[in-house]
């Protein structure tokens, strides 16, 4: 499985941003998927998750603000940004996980919020 993640840039206090993850190769194998992100200097946190049966997870501070998406069709998932804020600057990562439980990561992509 290969991930590719766009949609990274730099944005306003208040602004929106939409990423997306494009899998190929074995893709019928995923089955969560989600994205994380990584602030410098901090560890590499969950932002948001759908799992295979279908609910969706999201760290505290991006609820209500957040929402994650899955097109099958496409293989691929977003993370619609909303109400950006200069504390969700960081290097955001897709991940796939299969149901053999493998981890399967794109190659980040930098969002970053000015005040």
């Known amino acids: 499985v290969q991930l590719q993640a766009s949609g990274g840039g730099l944005v306003q206090a208040g602004g929106s941003l939409r990423l997306s993850c494009a899998a190929s190769?074995?893709?019928?194998?995923?089955?969560?998927i989600g994205w994380y992100r990584q602030a410098p200097g901090k560890q590499r946190e969950l932002v948001a998750a759908?799992?295979?049966?279908?609910?969706?997870s999201y760290a505290g501070s991006v609820k209500g603000r957040f929402a994650i998406s899955r097109d099958n069709a496409k293989n691929t998932w977003y993370l619609q940004m909303n109400g950006l804020k200069p504390e969700d600057t960081a290097v955001y990562y897709c991940?796939?996980?299969?149901?053999?439980?493998?981890?399967?990561w794109g190659q980040g992509t930098q969002v970053t919020v000015s005040s």
């Open positions: 190769g074995y893709t019928f194998t995923i089955s969560d």
């Open positions: 759908i799992l295979s049966g279908g609910s969706t």
């Open positions: 991940i796939a996980l299969t149901r053999s439980r493998n981890a399967y």
